[in-house]
């Protein structure tokens, strides 16, 4: 818990903040599972302890970085803006309620069952999914979680990244 005190007081002094509500924390809690599942599984292939990663959000006005990695003493904290989760969540809202593209999903989605299998696969086995989408249309809900999920571990997986390559 040290290292993450540092990392939060070093943020300040740069004029940026970790965001450390409980929303955030339920969205964290699962990338961190999902990350530190990841590492567990590399065994002796990398050496990094999952104890020593942690994924956290950050505010910072302007959009300088999307994410960033950071090291405080053992700790590598990958860090997320909080801004940019609110862009990508915007977009995929807007874009999957325009009426066009939520036909098309309909169709695809009443052709194909892979968006019911998504579903059992991702959410309700508790898998490294957060449901972020809370639409009434299950099959919207569903696709438009799976697409914003994949945008978010593109971002942390990225970062991870960098600590695994130096």
Not at 43 to 64: K, S
Not at 83 to 97: V, W
Request: contains cysteine; hydrophobic residues 40%; charged residues 25%.
């Amino acid at each position: 818990m040290g290292d993450f005190k540092e990392f939060k007081d070093k943020l300040e002094l740069s004029g940026r903040k970790v965001i450390d509500d409980e929303s955030i924390r339920k969205k964290t809690d699962t990338w961190n599972n999902c990350i530190k599942s990841y590492i567990s599984n590399f065994g002796d292939r990398i050496q990094l302890d999952p104890a020593n990663v942690e994924i956290v959000v950050v505010e910072e006005e302007n959009l300088d970085c999307n994410a960033f990695v950071q090291k405080v003493g053992k700790t590598y904290f990958i860090a997320i803006n909080k801004y940019i989760l609110s862009f990508y969540h915007d977009r995929i809202q807007h874009f999957f309620l325009k009426s066009d593209n939520y036909i098309r999903l309909k169709l695809f989605s009443e052709q194909t069952k892979s968006v019911a299998d998504m579903n059992e696969l991702f959410f309700k086995k508790g898998g490294p999914y957060y449901s972020f989408f809370k639409s009434p249309d299950l099959k919207y809900n569903i696709f438009a979680n799976i697409v914003y999920n994949n945008i978010l571990y593109l971002i942390i997986f990225h970062e991870f990244g960098h600590i695994i390559t130096g």
